[in-house]
């Protein structure tokens, strides 16, 4: 499919850099603080960017995020190197920023007044707050050192101990060069911000026998298994403290109530929950790394980056009847994929059969597998930066609202967008053999050849005037892929730079009069002779072909089109180059 290559430094020094134009009051050492935030703890690039301290006297920190829901202090240095893994940081460096661990948690007040002395004002007064909610609210405490050098094993194993010491409710993470480089992968994979862990406990109690879970390790592939049984509301709970997050490798969102397989499990969840734990297939769940606690005579399994890559309908329903599923039980199968490199195969590989293995009880459609593709997640970035809401996975309309909010956005489905792309680019007799064919491997990397919003929204804009021009008249609707792709031809040249084709959506989206008018006449023209065409070669009697016939199942109709054109009389051809003529008119002269 799209196959891309294993990252390198200059990829992420390249995103790093694309930050540059959005956010081009930060040096680069801070953008790539603003870029950890957005990949590892932030939802937004906006909140990220209002996190970050810069300037002098900043006492190490280089970002400061009070995150009121998490109820969490995070604190983050970060050491931008120019070459990947070359430089060790020293030492005292690293165990200079413990210092904030101690200010936050407990240091006198009148150490903290002489440490905040030197500081700037700006940064103090992030710091008073900070402060405030640790002592005052309980807030827990996370450090983050983030560099693309590296750090000794004893360096870090001191500086989490020192960090323990200083409070129980504190924390410290190293992100060292490997490390960001996989955070780096994880973000363009669109699972950004990741969990970082979540306790999954094991069921037990309440009449009901567990004599030990299964545990396997496979020496060959290093793959890690663990099969246990978990309570219905103890997965609800994961979900409500995750969030969707949970959810960002699976290749579907959520499909709502109203699907058979939903409605089935909510009946079982009502009537007999005793027995959901046998009609269900279970959840599972990737990670990169588990580890086996006790806690308050809990057994638990504490994963690392946990994401359920099936079973989020499962999920999803338990958690809306969390009441019910307290008397639930579902099979959980936790997978521990090892990442010991930054290449793309044998991670994605493995995950992509796993999906195609153990999603089958609502179906898989050939474009769902490509819905975490990483150009599609590239596809989703750009077109939110413009305005767009991309939905590259399928999900019920009411998930769609959620995510959207209230006009914030318009909307556009990979599926509509495939058939735009095709319309204009392929033979039309493709696109009406069935748009799950445009996501096979024949097509894709035709369809989607990258992730430029220009080269998609024209496209798209232009399909939608094509299609409403023939709403309500059957022959047309047959007839319009021929028209869309004989359009494209003929508006592409007219459409060629940066600014023309940005003005030629500006227009389909605000129907501005001047711009849609010589428009829609260009298409009405289109499709006049399009249907002339068809009433000139179907032939008669009895071997006349019907219209849909005509226009679904013969190749290479458009070349046949075109020569029908020329072919035409001069006063038509005529008529159709002066409404050309209007129409470019109109897009030289758009004003934005």
Known sequence: MNKQADLTFKDLQSEIKELSSRFNRFKDDDLFVLWFLRAYITETEEAAADAITGGSNDKGVDALLVDHAAQCVFVVQGKYRQALGSKSEPRSEVMAFLDLAAFLNSWPDNDCMAYLKTADEAVAERLREARNAVQKHGYDTRLFFVTTGKVSPTVRDDAMTQVRQVSKKARIEIIDSHRAMLLFRDYLDGVAPPIPSADLEMEAGAGIQVNGISQRFDHNTGVESWVFSMRGAAVAEIFEKSGLRLFARNIRGYMGEKTSVNQGMVATLESEPEKFFFYNNGITIVCDAAERKGAQGRDLLRVDNPQIINGQQTTRTLAAHAKLAEKASVLVKVIVVPRDNNQRD???????????????????KQSDLMSNDRRQIEIERAFRKVGYMYLRKRQSKGETRRAIGRGQYRVITKEELAQAVAGCELDPTIIRSGREKLFSEQYYNTVFPNSDA?????????????????????????AKWLVLNSLWTRIEPLLRGAHRLRSFRKICESQLRDGVVPLSKVIDLSFIEALRFFRDSRGSGESAIDVSAFFKSRKGLEKEFSKFIKAGPESRRKTFENA????????DNFES
């Open 454 to 478: 220009d080269f998609y929204l024209p496209k798209y804009w232009l399909m939608r005037e094509v299609s409403w021009s023939s709403k309500g008249k059957p022959e047309r609707a047959y």
């Open 346 to 364: 044998g991670f994605d590989g493995l995950i992509s059969a796993i999906v195609a293995g153990t999603n089958w009880q609502n179906a898989i």
């Open 580 to 587: 050309l003529v209007a129409f470019k008119a109109a897009v």
